[in-house]
């Protein structure tokens, strides 16, 4: 595997289901992010972690929970959450000691809440 | 906090022509501004950037203009293909945050060449 790579690809769940949403990075990369897209919004970020440390949380209700366990791997939890929560969540990471600035997206999850 | 403002929100052109899709931003202290092409069903990707020290780039057949001091920036596609039919999202950063990229994306141009 290279890049990035999220699983699951789709997930339907019920508005008690405890889930998660796991990314994987393969490109040595010392930042991992997780961001929302909707409909017809704008990418929206959710959360940020640089060296494994949660760096930026924007405003994300506490129903997502993030973990960073390690530089290569990113979780999001997902609990009660509501039927407006679904989206496509995408992970991304970059390299910011080379200061290139690029974001490598992954695929995305693809999440409906019933 | 930045904001992004990105117009049109769909633009539909015939092949071979240009396409111009517009920018704005409220932070002055943004300096990195990327522009993703997303196809259908596909991951974001990143196409062209530009940091606040110069004004135009190119590469091949799209450039991206910035304008500082009115706090605007565009991307420009010459000779449009139908391999250039995608959402395009523009966005801009105003810095590093402890080494990560805090980006804000404008709403997406939902771009159609047609041929």
């Known amino acids: 595997e290279t890049g990035v790579t999220q699983t699951p690809r789709h997930l339907v769940m019920g508005m008690t289901n405890k889930k998660s949403l796991k990314c994987e990075q393969h490109?040595?990369?010392?930042?991992m992010y997780w961001y929302k897209q909707s409909a017809k919004k704008p990418l929206e970020l959710m959360f940020v972690?640089?060296?494994?440390?949660?760096?930026e949380n924007n405003s994300v209700p506490s129903r997502f929970s993030p973990e960073c366990p390690n530089s290569s791997h990113l979780f999001l939890h997902l609990h009660t959450l509501q039927p407006e929560d679904s989206a496509l969540y995408l992970c991304?990471?970059?390299?910011?000691?080379?200061?290139?600035?690029?974001?490598?997206f992954g695929e995305g999850s693809r999440l409906t809440v019933l | 906090g930045e904001n992004v403002e990105q117009h049109p929100s769909t633009l539909s052109v015939q092949e071979g022509d240009s396409a111009v899709i517009k920018c704005t931003y409220s932070d002055s202290a943004s300096n990195y501004f990327p522009w993703y092409k997303q196809e259908l069903g596909k991951r974001p990707q990143l196409i062209i950037d530009i940091r606040s020290n110069v004004g135009e780039k190119k590469d091949q057949r799209i450039a991206v203009t910035l304008n500082k001091t009115a706090k605007h920036f565009s991307l420009h596609i010459t000779e449009t293909q139908p391999e250039d039919s995608a959402v395009y999202f523009c966005a801009a950063s105003p810095s590093l945050i402890q080494g990560a990229q805090k980006l804000v994306f404008g709403q997406g141009t939902r771009l159609t060449i047609n041929p």
């Open positions: 991304a990471s970059s390299q910011e000691i080379t200061n290139t600035g690029e974001l490598f």
């Open positions: 490109l040595g990369h010392n930042a």
């Open positions: 972690y640089s060296l494994e440390e949660r760096v």
